[in-house]
């Protein structure tokens, strides 16, 4: 059965610090997809990046980056010096051959000034 | 181009009334979700639609809700009657092929209290 594990409940860190959300998933397909989506105070939830299973290649977009490591069935998000306006939560999801996305239960940061 | 629309962003009821939630996805795709979002339950796949046809309504809490998808272009999800545990966020999103790995994207949700 698929699963996606954010162990991290909440996360505080103050301005420029960089943090990093942990994302474990379970899968037995070799085809799959994950995701990386925010939820900032304002409630949307917005897309962040898409990864699929025969792509490890780390991705860096801007102070946000990625790394991918099937090894450890991991899929992490770093953002680099954080700021006040990276406070959100941040969900990472699964989807395998099927329709549905399977979201992990959040990870909370907080960016103090 | 426009994401994906919701309407309305706030509804404040009363239990027993019928309440009906609107969306508008994303032109071209064809699949529609409806997801509900609580403190407790985090987020929770209610129905998917692909060509305006339910797919899969195992997530729909009881009868009391139901969904519909007349055209390509819009939808609605409806309680009736509501209750107070119905109080949750609701978003609509929609996507091209989720099971080719497209991204799914999200509506502004609705924002449901149920008193």
């Known amino acids: 059965a698929q699963k996606v594990t954010q162990a991290q409940t909440e996360i505080s860190v103050v301005e420029k610090e960089d943090v990093t959300l942990d994302c474990v998933y379970e899968?037995?397909?070799?085809?799959?997809?994950l995701f990386w989506y925010k939820q900032p105070p304002s409630g949307e939830l917005v897309f962040l990046i898409r990864r699929n299973s025969f792509d490890e290649q780390n991705e860096i977009s801007g102070r946000y980056s990625w790394n991918f490591q099937k090894s450890t069935s991991s899929f992490n998000f770093t953002i680099t010096a954080s700021q006040v306006v990276d406070s959100a939560v941040y969900f990472c999801a699964l989807s395998e051959d099927t329709d549905k996305l399977i979201f992990g239960t959040g990870t909370r940061l907080q960016v103090f000034p | 181009d426009a994401g994906v629309i919701q309407s309305p962003r706030h509804e404040v009821t009363e239990m027993g009334q019928e309440v009906t939630l609107r969306c508008k996805p994303i032109?071209?795709?064809?699949?529609l979700f409806w997801y509900r979002q609580t403190m407790m339950r985090g987020l929770e796949l209610l129905i998917y639609?692909?060509?305006?046809?339910?797919?899969?309504d195992s997530g729909m809490p009881e009868d009391r809700f139901s969904a519909k998808m007349p055209n390509a272009s819009f939808s609605t999800l409806k309680i009736q009657p509501s209750e107070p545990r119905d109080s949750a966020v609701y978003f609509c999103a929609s996507s091209l092929e989720p099971g080719r790995g497209e991204t799914q994207y999200f509506g502004p949700g609705t924002r449901l209290l149920v008193l």
């Open positions: 639609f692909n060509n305006n046809v339910p797919i899969d």
């Open positions: 899968t037995r397909d070799t085809t799959y997809y």
């Open positions: 032109s071209g795709h064809d699949y």
